[in-house]
């Protein structure tokens, strides 16, 4: 039995005992030893990108969807006009927050099992001269499904428009390179690939467009032009900084680095995919999505169809054996999700499948090879 559980979540995730032991330490906010230390973990992040020279990473406090918002509220002037291609809950709380900023949003919907059409971009863009901005999500955490971001990239920079994307859950995992990809900004976060603990989000965004961004924030709290500005004359945080989530961080990117970088950390994840989803394939559980979609980062499987088949019933019963499940993002279909990243390789993957099965069995579930 184990006591801390392991966290199959997209974040927070199973964090390394040097992570947390990181944040026995109290930081003075002023102090030239914590300003140092976010000025290194700053630098390490735009570097895992390879935007030095045209991009600066911004820190923000608060979870990722605060990144998102301060990224979206600075960059898209007040009356631009975004396009938001949509196949799930991540692209559609996008174009929430574009609501409350009033921005203009567009949404070009998709299925959820399917990936963003690069061609009803091109589409899209080639009908409406008044989009400026693409807000795309790199890998939609609601169902795992992999974006083309390349593709997308590519053909909103042919559109001479501006991107952001939010690759909360693909940034240290998957790769990308702002030297060859158009991007104006990037969003991500502390807890998520790079196995940092929740608590702070940054933006990565090409230095020029963030120059030109003063003065569009409707939100003090989110103004990342301003977040960035007192950073660079101080060396400091504007308002009190999560000190504890930067040191964290700060050791959870020696690990990321030590590891491999963006590589080694990709197939770590992959391998626990693998598992996971040949594990639970041969309980007779099916994937929502079709494996060349699937990113390696939270796979979806459908519930099984029976009676005695409840999530509460299937979390709790892994629960006591050490593992944290994540219930299902869909409105149609009865799915729950399983996480594949975090400080964790394919013996605990394995061990979770184990869980499951067991439960499964406990809860008179029809446990069978798959047929397919
Ligand atoms: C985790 C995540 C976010 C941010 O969610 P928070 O709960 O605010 O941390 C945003 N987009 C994607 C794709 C995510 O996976």
């Given at each position: 039995m184990i006591s801390a559980p392991i966290l199959l979540t997209p974040g927070p995730l199973t964090t390394s005992a040097r992570t947390k032991e990181a944040m026995l330490q109290d930081w003075g906010s002023w102090d030239k030893a914590f300003n140092q230390l976010t000025a290194s973990v700053c630098r390490d992040i735009v570097r895992i990108v390879n935007g030095e020279g045209s991009h600066v990473c911004v820190p923000l406090q608060g979870s990722g969807t605060f990144s998102v918002e301060a990224a979206l509220g600075t960059l898209v002037p007040r009356g631009g006009k975004v396009l938001v291609p949509n196949n799930g809950a991540y692209c559609q709380r996008i174009a929430r927050i574009l609501g409350y900023l009033g921005r203009e949003a567009v949404l070009l919907d998709h299925r959820e099992d399917e990936p963003i059409s690069t061609e009803r971009v091109d589409t899209a863009l080639r009908a409406d001269p008044a989009i400026t901005h693409v807000a795309l999500v790199h890998?939609?955490?609601?169902?795992g499904v992999l974006n083309p971001l390349q593709e997308v990239a590519d053909v909103v920079a042919r559109h001479s428009r501006r991107l952001i994307v939010d690759a909360m859950s693909s940034f240290g995992a998957l790769p990308i390179d702002l030297k060859t990809t158009p991007i104006d900004a990037l969003v991500a976060a502390s807890g998520k690939c790079l196995e940092g603990v929740p608590g702070m989000g940054f933006v990565i965004a090409r230095q020029d467009r963030l120059e030109a961004a003063?003065?569009?924030?409707?939100?003090l709290a989110l103004d990342l032009h301003d977040q960035w500005a007192y950073m660079q004359k101080t060396g400091q945080w504007r308002f009190t900084p999560p000190t504890h989530v930067v040191a964290a961080l700060r050791a959870a990117m020696d690990q990321f680095q030590a590891e491999g970088g963006v590589d080694a950390r990709g197939a770590r994840y992959r391998q626990n995919c693998q598992a996971l989803v040949d594990g639970l394939r041969a309980l007779g559980l099916r994937t929502f999505l079709s494996d060349a979609h699937q990113a390696p980062i939270i796979v979806t499987f459908h519930a099984p169809k029976h009676p005695n088949y409840q999530f509460d019933r299937l979390y709790q019963g892994v629960r006591e054996k050490g593992f944290i499940l994540y219930p299902g993002k869909l409105t149609e279909v009865e799915t729950f999700r399983v996480g594949c990243?975090?400080?964790?390789?394919t013996p605990e993957i394995n061990l979770a499948v184990q869980a499951i099965a067991d439960t499964m069995q406990e809860l008179r579930l029809p446990v069978q090879a798959n047929p397919s």
């Open positions: 890998c939609e955490t609601g169902t003063k003065g569009n924030c409707h939100s990243i975090g400080a964790i390789a």
